[in-house]
T-cell receptor, first 112, second 113 residues
Framework: GQNIDQPTEMTATEGAIVQINCTYQTSGFNGLFWYQQHAGEAPTFLSYNVLDGLEEKGRFSSFLSRSKGYSYLLLKELQMKDSASYLC?????????????FGGGTRVLVKP | DGGITQSPKYLFRKEGQNVTLSCEQN?????MYWYRQDPGQGLRLIYY???????QKGDIAEGYSVSREKKESFPLTVTSAQKNPTAFYLCASLERVGSTEAFFGQGTRLTVV
């Protein structure tokens, strides 16, 4: 099976930086995904990592270490609209249908 | 514009009734998925389909049924056997199994009254 852990909630100030950690255990690792989800809405894709290292996309960056089973999502220059839940998901080629297994999500609250 | 559409956005059901949630995509995607999300929790996979006329159970399939008669459509029926159906239901599609980006519908919030 797969196990994914991420903090439940984080608070940060507008303009600051927040790092959301995600640890996972899986066999047949085939990619790690980050999604943003505003309350009552569908998740939207943020990033995908399959090799070790940092992927940068504007204010958002995602890092992966496969040997440590660890990823983080870095949000820079926080804006109020970044208040949302951030979901870490792992894909395994050993899982039927190449399905994604999601963590519980980290709710980020950005304060003025 | 291409996309994935779920309807209705809100749905109320009496106990003991079956109800069907619609999911339609015009992205020409092969793979479609149904997830359930409970408050403060992540997504759990109910059913998925990799091609037309084929579907597989996910992690929490009990009390649910699906069909995939057309590539564009993957409806989910919540049956009376589902003991705790109140949740947010999300449909997603992938161009093919193994694609990197899943597209999600806007979700259906089902409440049992």
């Amino acid at each position: 099976g797969q196990n994914i852990d991420q903090p439940t909630e984080m608070t940060a100030t507008e303009g600051a930086i927040v790092q959301i950690n995600c640890t996972y255990q899986t066999s047949g690792f085939n990619g790690l995904f980050w999604y943003q989800q505003h309350a009552g809405e569908a998740p939207t894709f943020l990033s995908y990592n399959v090799l070790d290292g940092l992927e940068e996309k504007g204010r958002f960056s995602s890092f992966l270490s496969r040997s440590k089973g660890y990823s983080y999502l870095l949000l820079k220059e926080l804006q109020m609209k970044d208040s949302a839940s951030y979901l870490c998901a792992v894909r395994s080629f050993k899982a039927a249908g190449n399905k994604l297994t999601f963590g519980g999500g980290t709710r980020v609250l950005v304060k003025p | 514009d291409g996309g994935i559409t779920q309807s209705p956005k809100y749905l109320f059901r009496k106990e003991g009734q079956n109800v069907t949630l619609s999911c339609e995509q015009n992205l020409n995607h092969d793979a479609m998925y149904w997830y359930r999300q409970d408050p403060g929790q992540g997504l759990r996979l109910i059913y998925y389909s990799q091609i037309v006329n084929d579907f597989q159970k996910g992690d929490i399939a009990e009390g649910y049924s699906v069909s995939r008669e057309k590539k564009e459509s993957f409806p989910l029926t919540v049956t009376s056997a589902q003991k705790n159906p109140t949740a947010f239901y999300l449909c997603a599609s992938l161009e093919r199994v193994g694609s990197t980006e899943a597209f999600f519908g806007q979700g259906t919030r089902l409440t049992v009254v």
